[in-house]
Structure formats: structure tokens, C-alpha cells
């Protein structure tokens, strides 16, 4: 679901590889042989990924499908919009409220949020964003999201904010303040 080309600053190893463990030196590597793989594929299929978007989503799954399957790269947020009938679905609303575990700069390159957001902005319908952890929340905001909030509080550790029980508490309590704001 993202639009991430195969290599470059916006490629699967500098966008990707940090949210593994990788640090800068290790992603500057890692791109580097994604472009050495880039130019292998490229020279015996003829088809150059590089710089496709959706080439580096799932770390360069995308342009490996597509350059030894001839996978047509879709929108996966956008295919399930369309099956859903979601812009009928939406008619009427007064607010959409959406969410991601982690929301940051990624939201907003084709993943579930991002595809909600922009199917609600055709009818004017605002939408609001809840996510476990919140980075990038200016480009977020920029993005048009009403409102972006964490549920939880910045002090709680990981472990605690994905017990089941204690998100689903959280995401009731955000989700009930949000309904007495807007009525």
C-alpha cells in the first residue's frame, strides 16, 4: 500500500530499513545493493524498477513481482476502497474516524489512512486519525486530517500500549471524547 520506489531517499531501504533497526549507514548500504540488484534485473529482464512507484513496497517485493511476474502494480488501499464501494458507503457522514498503530510521514504514501482521508475530502467529510505513536504530526495535519491523536500517553511503554485490553480501553475512551466534541 505505498508508493515507495525501489531505490533512492524515498526508496525501501531508506524508508523501510530504519523502522527494522537499520541505522543511516546500514540503509546508505542496503540502497546501494538495491540498486546493484536494480541493474541485475534490469539486465536480464530489460525492465528497469528503480524508480517505479510501488517498486519498494515490502522491501522491494513490489518491483521483484513485477519484473519477474509481470505483476501490475495496484493501489492496495485503493482496490479495497473500490470493492467496498466506500465513496456510497461515506455519503452522508458527518465524520470518518480512522487509525494506524504508528502514524508518520508513511501515512500519508498510500496507506489505509491516506485512502481514507482522500475519499472523504471528495465529499467534505472531515476525518480524524488515531494512532498508537504519532511522528511527523505537522505533515500529518498538512495532509488534511481534522484532528491526529495518540491514544495513549507518551510515558507508556510499548508493551504496555499493545495489550489488547488496555488499547481497546484507550481507543473507547478517544473515540467517546471525540463523539461528545462533535454532537
Known sequence: DVKNPFIGPKGASFVFAPQKGADREMATKLDANMKKLAGVICQYTGKDISNIP??????????????????????GIQLLLDFLHFAERIKGADLIITGEGKADRQTIMGK??????????????????????IEDKEILDKAGFKEVLSIN???????????????????QRIVEEICLRNI
Open 153 to 171: 500517553s507518551p510515558s507508556i511503554s510499548p508493551k504496555k500500549a499493545m495489550e489488547p485490553a488496555y488499547a481497546k480501553a484507550n481507543i
Open 54 to 75: 510501488g517498486s519498494g513496497a515490502a522491501g522491494g517485493m513490489g518491483g521483484g513481482l513485477q519484473a519477474f511476474l509481470n505483476a501490475e502494480l495496484k493501489s
Open 112 to 133: 489505509v489512512p491516506s485512502g481514507i482521508l482522500q475519499e472523504a475530502q471528495k465529499q467534505q467529510i472531515p476525518v480524524i486519525l488515531l494512532a498508537g505513536k
